[in-house]
């Protein structure tokens, strides 16, 4: 009987400068982008007042979380 391999995770880490960092293609870092701005908007009483502002920023912080060092 072969064994199936199970995924840990470790397929999304890669190496940045010495640092393991996730790795991900340009939709899925878009996906969590929009639930992240959803979240947060659903937060406000879903008044969409700087949905755009948001955006930017939010893609700033999960680009500052996926290039920090894995634990």
């Known amino acids: ?19 393991n960092v996730v790795q991900l293609n340009p939709s899925q ?3 969590m982008v929009a639930i ?3 979240f ?3 937060k406000r009483g879903l008044n969409p007042n700087d949905d755009l ?8 912080e999960i680009d500052r979380q ?3 060092p894995l634990s």
Do not use: C, P
């Not at 009987?1 to 640092?19: C, D, F, P, V, Y």
């Not at 502002?53 to 700033?60: H, K, Q, T, V």
């Open 1 to 19: 009987m072969q064994s199936k391999k199970i995924s840990t995770g470790n397929e999304l880490r890669g190496n940045l400068h010495g640092a």
């Open 29 to 31: 870092r878009e996906q």
């Open 53 to 60: 502002a948001d955006w930017f920023e939010l893609e700033d």
């Open 66 to 68: 996926l290039k920090s």
């Open 36 to 38: 992240a701005a959803y």
């Open 40 to 42: 947060r908007v659903e």
